[in-house]
T-cell receptor, first 110, second 114 residues
Framework: QKEVEQDPGPLSVPEGAIVSLNCTYS??????FMWYRQYSRKGPELLMYTYSSGNKEDGRFTAQVDKSSKYISLFIRDSQPSDSATYLC??????????FGKGTRLHILP | DTGVSQNPRHKITKRGQNVTFRCDPI?????LYWYRQTLGQGPEFLTYFQNEAQLEKSRLLSDRFSAERPKGSFSTLEIQRTEQGDSAMYLC????????????FGPGTRLTVT
């Protein structure tokens, strides 16, 4: 079992829809949870982070972590074609290594 | 802050050749990380440095791989006797300090071994 599991998609939704992206993890030592966005042929860029359990909102994006169920979520409201990318969920382990999921490819259809 | 830069951006080499990649982190960032990403997968940790000291190496990093960070500034990743399985995107990231979730990634070097 990989430490972070993520459905690779692809996920296609119409413009303006709410997008829900999810991951599960197995490493109980994770304290920081991150979402990275990666456009084709580019490096990942940090989109949001959450410390421990809880919610965090930033504009159209909301990140949620439930440590009791080891579940990580990202919601995108009013999705735009420019949101089309691969979204990587990740946890930071005790040794400061980022452990990534496979990434979910998201397509927002105009 | 000019971001993390990596060179070259693309490298095509024949099996058995040696290749070297360079990463220039964000200035004043003490931590520097190398990750490898294959198609359809997330990045996987290879190794990292605190200043010039290499602190950890993944078991993914065979003895054909070596990384250095002389003087704690830029870093190089060398692959000797390349194999087709080495074809991947090699990503470098840097962070300001230990325990930081904020790792800033470079654009990567895409290696193709023919």
């Amino acid at each position: 079992q990989k430490e972070v599991e993520q459905d690779p998609g692809p996920l296609s939704v119409p413009e303006g829809a709410i997008v829900s992206l999810n991951c599960t993890y197995s490493n109980s030592a994770f304290q920081y949870f991150m979402w990275y966005r990666q456009y084709s042929r580019k490096g990942p860029e940090l989109l949001m982070y959450t410390y421990s359990s809880g919610n965090k909102e930033d504009g159209r994006f909301t990140a949620q972590v439930d440590k009791s169920s080891k579940y990580i979520s990202l919601f995108i409201r009013d999705s735009q074609p420019s949101d089309s990318a691969t979204y990587l969920c990740a946890g930071l382990d005790r040794d400061d290594k980022i452990i990534f999921g496979k990434g979910t490819r998201l397509h927002i259809l105009p | 802050d000019t971001g993390v830069s990596q060179n070259p951006r693309h490298k095509i080499t024949k099996r058995g050749q040696n290749v070297t990649f360079r990463c220039d982190p964000i200035s004043e960032h003490n931590r520097l990380y190398w990750y490898r990403q294959t198609l359809g997968q997330g990045p996987e940790f290879l190794t990292y440095f605190q200043n010039e000291a290499q602190l950890e190496k993944s078991r993914l990093l065979s003895d054909r791989f070596s990384a250095e960070r002389p003087k704690g500034s830029f870093s190089t990743l060398e692959i000797q006797r390349t194999e087709q399985g080495d074809s991947a995107m090699y990503l470098c990231a840097s962070s300001r300090a230990a325990g930081s979730y904020e790792q800033y990634f470079g654009p990567g070097t895409r290696l193709t071994v023919t």
